[in-house]
Each structure stands twice: as structure tokens, then as C-alpha cells.
């Protein structure tokens, strides 16, 4: 069976001068990443030489970093990504949790306790890296987003993150170019590198197009040279997408993925007027479904838990078998969200489904109410919770982010206006930025944490 970076072998035989990694003004040509992988990979096998070994990567986001993760899927080893951010005891906790051999860090990084760690400096051809990579998942990038040698990719999402990790190693998959761009680099700077690197496409979370959306059209104009700017990590509303498709790229997409299975479904261009709301349709070769409690399928237009099965979907969690119980199940894998299908097959998202609120006794879902308070204009992003209530169970809360002067009251009126009763908001909150991880995504935890029950 052909390895994921057998690839990178037909490529540098095939383009040998072709640009693979870009950092700095330094060029890294295929016929030189491919050495680099292997002698990586023969490091680790000797080091590692139990084939179902987990072995943890804590790195910057450098060209090294994309190094490692192909040398780790050559010497196929379970990849454990570790964030470089966290605290020496956040290491050591999942290092431990997860069973890692060994764990790859940066020069001068403490050494995780109980755990062999190996600092790897620019002399040292030693190398870990991410996430068991399946070529099943890479083939669906390639036919969905059609990835080709003639991309030049922006590389400028951490590593860390499994969509970028994810996408930067397609691309050399692809025979392209990535071009390292990674945070922190703000919206001026990462358009400028798109100008200077005459790049192709270019992945961000929303957080990242929010922030270019505030921009004007002529600093967004060199975007719109680009063949294909994509987004994933969390749901964009409606606006916001028909806004990134007209200012800065026709060819956008969405991806709704998972780090346990990659792409699930994926929103074009053409979807945008007609289904704004949607996260798209199931990409190549995965079947989605909406089922109730006792896992029977739901009629198109009913809202249930989704599920979904296709290539490179894991099939249990590392040393988890309770929660390996309830998300893997019959061959299909539950990442907890909540959605309804369409009679087209279009998929939107109603929330977590741990996080849907009821209010007395009805269920209210968090994607609606945000919904509403987006629409307003000067509403850059909502994230709505559950309010603990004696009288109720839950109230409606909401946090919003604003790009223009508005007053809390006044959204509960606007949202309100566009709302059933049971779905009005009790209060507004009006916040400088949401609390997010990695990804993007809203950490709502963190939001509930700040109310006081009522």
C-alpha cells in the first residue's frame, strides 16, 4: 500500500527544482524535502521501533514542523500533536495520558517528566510529528478542493491545528507549494504575503476573516487574485460568507470537519445564495446522516444527531474506551453536533448538542439565536449559552463581538424581532473578543462560567 510520502518521492523524480516549502525567502525544492524526510523517519524508527508507538510533536510552526510530520507518516507512527503553548504540566499530562514514547520540542523547551524528550536543534536529524495521517483523507482533499502542483498555498494556521496541518500536508501531496505565513501575523501582513508570493490558495479560520472583513476593499483587493480561499474550524453565518465571496474571492469555500475524520461535508461558491446557512453537502465518498436517540434515521427537514462514516475516519479514541463507546458506533462516528438535512442534501448545524439549551422544557438551538443577533450590522460574531434559571432550567445568554456602536438593548430588540418567543435572548453581552481555542472555535464553557444562576 503506497505511503503518504511516497508522494513527495514521485514528485522530487518527477520536479525535482520544484519549490515544496517556503520560509523566509528560503526555498526547500522537492528533491531536497525528500532526503530530509527520509533520514527523519530512519532517526525515528530506530529510536521508535514499535510500530504502534505514539510519539508526541511539540513544535513552532516552521518548515521543520511540515518535515517532521512527513517523516513521522513515513516511519508510520501514531502522531500525537502537542500544542508549543501549553505549560510544561499540560505536556506532561497528555504525553501520560496518551502513552508517547517519545516527544519531539524546540531547543531550550523543558523536558516533559517521565517522558523521553529530544530537543531538536538545526544540527540534529531527529524528527516526530501529528495525527496518523490516512491517505483516504488527503485523496478527498485533492478531488474536492482540486489541489494541484501548481498551487502556492499560504500556510497561516498553526500546525497544531488540525485543519492547517491537515491542508499544508495535501497540498505537497498535491505536488504544490506551501508557503509558511503562520501566527502571529496580522491581516495586513498575511495579505501582503499573498501578493509577494503571487499565491494560489489560502486556508483561515473565521476568526482570521472576520478580522480581513473589517478591512477595506482596496486592502482586500490583492485576495481576489486567488483560485481557491477556504475556510473550516467553525460555522461561518450567512453574511460573512456572501461578503468573503464578493470582496475578497469567488472561489471560497467551507469545510465542516473533525479531527477524528477529516472533511464531512463542503459549501462552493454556487451554495452560498440558496444555502447560506448550510455547511454544504457530503464531500467525496462519506455518508452523512441525521438519526434520533435510538439511531434510527430522521426524515429530511428533521433536526437530530449527526453521524457520519468515510475514509480516514478513526474508529476509537487512544486509550478512551468509554468515550470510544458513545462517538464510534455500527461502523459510523457521532461527533456530538446537531443538524438537520435537507431534501438536497444540504447539511446545517444546529449546535452541540451538550450545548442546546431548554427553556422550559423546549429546546432552543444556539445557531438560531446567532443567527439573528449577526444579521445586525454591527454585530461581528455571537456565541450564545444556556443561562442556569430556577424559574425556567435555562435562560437565553449572549455574547456578541461589534465592528460598529451598539447598545445591548437594542439587540435584544432586533434579535427578538426575528425570533419565536421561546428564543428571545433575556440578556445581550457585549464583549471586546470571545474566548476560542486553537481552531477558532468559541469556548462556551468559558462564556457560561461568567453568568451568575438566576
Request: include cysteine; glycine fraction near 12%; hydrophobic fraction near 40%.
Given at each position: 500500500m503506497m505511503n503518504l510520502a511516497d508522494a513527495l518521492d514521485i514528485h522530487a523524480r518527477a520536479r525535482p527544482d520544484h519549490p515544496a516549502l517556503v520560509e523566509n525567502g528560503r526555498v526547500i525544492t522537492y528533491a531536497e524535502l525528500t532526503p530530509q524526510v527520509r533520514r527523519l523517519a530512519a532517526v525515528i524508527t530506530a529510536r521508535v521501533p514499535d510500530p504502534h508507538a505514539v510519539v508526541g510533536l511539540c513544535l513552532a510552526d516552521t518548515a521543520r514542523h511540515v518535515i517532521a510530520l512527513y517523516a513521522l507518516a513515513r516511519a508510520g507512527r501514531t502522531i500525537l500533536p502537542m500544542d508549543l503553548?501549553?505549560?510544561?504540566?499540560?505536556?506532561?499530562?497528555?504525553?501520560?495520558?496518551?502513552?508517547?514514547?517519545?516527544?519531539?520540542?524546540?531547543?531550550?523547551?523543558?523536558?516533559?517528566?517521565?517522558v523521553e524528550t529530544l530537543a531538536w536543534d538545526e544540527g540534529l536529524d531527529r524528527a516526530i510529528a501529528s495525527a496518523d495521517p490516512d491517505l483516504g483523507r488527503f485523496m478527498t482533499h485533492w478531488i474536492n478542493l482540486g489541489l494541484n502542483g501548481r498551487d502556492r498555498f499560504v500556510m497561516a494556521t498553526p500546525l497544531y491545528f488540525g485543519g492547517g496541518r491537515t491542508f499544508a500536508m495535501s497540498v505537497l501531496f498535491s505536488g504544490g507549494t506551501v508557503i509558511m505565513k503562520p501566527p502571529p501575523c496580522g491581516p495586513d501582513e498575511l495579505i501582503a504575503t499573498v501578493a509577494s508570493e503571487d499565491a494560489t490558495s489560502l486556508f483561515l479560520v473565521p476568526?482570521?476573516?472576520?478580522?480581513?472583513?473589517?478591512?477595506?476593499?482596496?486592502?482586500?483587493?490583492?485576495?481576489?487574485?486567488?483560485n481557491l480561499l477556504f475556510s473550516s474550524?467553525?460555522?461561518?453565518?450567512?453574511?460573512?460568507?456572501?461578503?468573503?465571496?464578493?470582496?475578497?474571492?469567488?472561489?471560497?469555500?467551507?469545510?465542516?470537519?473533525?479531527?477524528?475524520?477529516?472533511?464531512?461535508?463542503?459549501?462552493?461558491?454556487?451554495?452560498?445564495?440558496g444555502h447560506g446557512e448550510s455547511v454544504g453537502r457530503p464531500v467525496f465518498a462519506v455518508e452523512v446522516e441525521v438519526v434520533d436517540d435510538d439511531d434510527t434515521p430522521l426524515p429530511a427537514g428533521l433536526i437530530g444527531?449527526?453521524?457520519?462514516?468515510?475514509?480516514?475516519?478513526?474508529?476509537?479514541?487512544?486509550?478512551?474506551?468509554?468515550?470510544?463507546?458513545?462517538?464510534?458506533?455500527?461502523?459510523?462516528?457521532?461527533?456530538?453536533?446537531?443538524?438537520?438535512?435537507?431534501?438536497?442534501?444540504?447539511?446545517?448545524?444546529?449546535g452541540r448538542a451538550k450545548d442546546m439549551i431548554i427553556r422550559g422544557g423546549i429546546n432552543i438551538y444556539p445557531a438560531d439565536v446567532e443567527a439573528a443577533l449577526t444579521a445586525h450590522p454591527a454585530v461581528a460574531e455571537a456565541a450564545v449559552v444556556g443561562w442556569p434559571s430556577k424559574e425556567f432550567g435555562e435562560e437565553i445568554a449572549a455574547f456578541v463581538r461589534l465592528s460598529a456602536p451598539a447598545d445591548a438593548a437594542s439587540l435584544v430588540a432586533f434579535a427578538s424581532a426575528r425570533l419565536a418567543r421561546a428564543k428571545w435572548p433575556r440578556a445581550v453581552f457585549i464583549v471586546d473578543d470571545l474566548p476560542k481555542n486553537s481552531a477558532g472555535k468559541v469556548l462556551k464553557r468559558d462564556l457560561v462560567e461568567r453568568l451568575t444562576p438566576l
Open positions: 503553548r501549553w505549560t510544561a504540566a499540560e505536556r506532561a499530562n497528555v504525553a501520560g495520558h496518551f502513552g508517547a514514547s517519545l516527544v519531539l520540542t524546540e531547543p531550550g523547551e523543558p523536558a516533559i517528566e517521565g476568526t482570521q476573516f472576520r478580522r480581513l472583513l473589517e478591512l477595506s476593499d482596496a486592502a482586500l483587493a490583492p485576495l481576489k487574485r486567488l474550524g467553525a460555522p461561518l453565518s450567512a453574511d460573512d460568507r456572501r461578503a468573503i465571496r464578493a470582496r475578497m474571492c469567488g472561489r471560497f469555500f467551507e469545510y465542516y470537519a473533525s479531527t477524528e475524520g477529516g472533511g464531512i461535508t463542503l459549501l462552493g461558491p454556487g451554495d452560498i445564495d444527531k449527526l453521524r457520519y462514516r468515510g475514509p480516514g475516519v478513526a474508529t476509537a479514541y487512544h486509550r478512551d474506551p468509554e468515550a470510544s463507546v458513545e462517538a464510534f458506533r455500527h461502523g459510523w462516528f457521532y461527533p456530538g453536533d446537531l443538524a438537520e438535512i435537507d431534501a438536497q442534501g444540504f447539511v446545517t448545524l444546529k
